[in-house]
């Protein structure tokens, strides 16, 4: 099993920030900061119509962690896709333009995820200029119900990938190209 990774990769240098709207919402979103703070501390309480913050469409999304897709649909703000993990975990995105999974319907699908795959882009069908991706973590509880957990507690350690604007421009030509 590989290391954790951030949902987000290292575009061009900078690294993407953790997003507080509303402090009383168990996610996070990232995004990346117009005017990066070196060094400087990857959390920022913002306000929703902030320009402090951007991201290109088509950014890649990677799965954090190995796992199992069970769910991947449309919905009124882009594509979610949440992926089980196997160990009591399930992850959560949404907000994306494109999935790189199939679309499950009444039946999860059960595709399989390994950390650090692309399972889709950031973006949302209106074209929104700014469409940070939301992430969320559930962990199961005894009772075998899933309570959403911080993920500002584990994803500081997680491992980055580096992504620059030629692999993006690929990732982009593959996705259009039959398979």
Same mark, same amino acid.
């Given at each position: 099993?590989?290391p ?5 990769p ?5 690294r993407p920030?953790?997003l507080i709207?509303d402090?009383?919402? %168990? !996610? ?12 400087g501390?990857?959390v920022r /309480?913002?306000a *929703? ?5 951007w991201i ?7 799965a954090v962690?190995?796992g199992?897709?069970?769910y991947?649909r449309e919905?009124?703000d882009?594509?979610?896709i949440?992926?089980d993990h ?5 992850s ?8 790189f999974?199939?679309p499950t ?5 059960q595709a %399989? !995820?390994c ?5 889709g882009?950031?973006?949302t069908?209106?074209?929104?200029p700014? /469409?940070?991706? *939301? ?9 075998e119900d899933?309570m959403p957990?911080d993920?500002i507690?584990?994803?500081?350690r ?10 993006l421009?690929?990732?982009a030509?593959?996705?259009?190209s039959?398979?």
């Amino acid at each position: 099993m590989k290391p954790p990774v951030v949902p987000l990769p290292i575009l061009n240098g900078q690294r993407p920030i953790l997003l507080i709207f509303d402090h009383t919402d %168990p !996610a996070v979103e990232l995004a990346y900061e117009r005017a990066p703070l070196i060094g400087g501390n990857r959390v920022r /309480t913002v306000a *929703r119509d902030s320009t402090d913050y951007w991201i290109p469409r088509l950014t890649p999304v990677f799965a954090v962690n190995d796992g199992r897709v069970i769910y991947a649909r449309e919905q009124s703000d882009g594509h979610a896709i949440l992926i089980d993990h196997l160990n009591g975990w399930v992850s959560m995105y949404s907000r994306l333009v494109h999935m790189f999974v199939a679309p499950t319907r009444n039946t999860p699908i059960q595709a %399989p !995820a390994c950390a650090g795959d692309i399972i889709g882009y950031v973006g949302t069908p209106r074209g929104t200029p700014v /469409t940070p991706l *939301r992430f969320e973590l559930w962990r199961m509880t005894e009772s075998e119900d899933f309570m959403p957990v911080d993920p500002i507690l584990f994803i500081r350690r997680w491992q980055h990938v580096d992504w620059r604007d030629a692999q993006l421009a690929r990732a982009a030509n593959d996705a259009r190209s039959p398979s």
